[in-house]
């Protein structure tokens, strides 16, 4: 198993377990959309003993447009 760290979008800040470590683009639900995040840059920890397989995805887009107020409870 490996841990992508999520960048930037609605998701930013998260991390999440992913089953292959050579994933490039992660499709992953949001609130009633879809998000897509892609790879940025190698893999790290991939030797034995040094930890979960990790990388980086960075934001990339939204299947619809992300409205954080949708029924305009906010207001």
Do not use: K, W
């Amino acid at each position: 198993m490996a841990i992508a760290r999520l960048h930037g979008g609605p998701l930013d800040g998260q991390v999440i377990p992913i089953d292959d470590a050579a994933e490039d683009r992660l499709i992953l639900p949001y609130s009633e959309t879809q998000v897509v995040y892609e790879r940025g840059g190698a893999p790290e920890n991939t030797g034995e003993g040094d930890g979960p397989t990790s990388s980086d995805f960075h934001y990339l887009e939204a299947q619809d447009d992300i409205d954080p107020d949708p029924d305009s409870r906010d207001e």
